[in-house]
């Protein structure tokens, strides 16, 4: 599931090739100059798909001139990126989220 909550779009439940398609559209549908970051706090289980589906938007996010941060990625998703080569590609924040 996807929600926006203002400048934030945040990932709930799973991602898993079972719902890869609709998450990546429901989250591109969000797409707009307001959107800021991509939060992952709330996502319980991913497999490599989830890799995927961020970086095709961040793909979108950049074709569209959006700064996008990626903030609280779980770390079982940090380690597929990291197994993939592709974790430095991920413009990710320590601190805290925008509100």
Sequence with gaps: MIEREGRRLRVKGPITLSNITALLEAGLQQFDL?????DFSQV??????????????????????LQL???NMPDN????????????LIP??????AK
């Design 34 to 38: 307001e959107l800021k970051e991509i």
């Design 44 to 65: 319980q289980h991913v497999d490599s798909s989830a890799v995927s589906m961020l970086l095709e938007w961040l793909r979108q996010a950049q074709s569209r001139k």
């Design 69 to 71: 941060r990626v903030v």
């Design 77 to 88: 998703m940090q380690s597929l990126a990291a197994l993939y080569g592709v974790l430095e």
């Design 92 to 97: 990710s924040s320590t601190t805290q989220p």
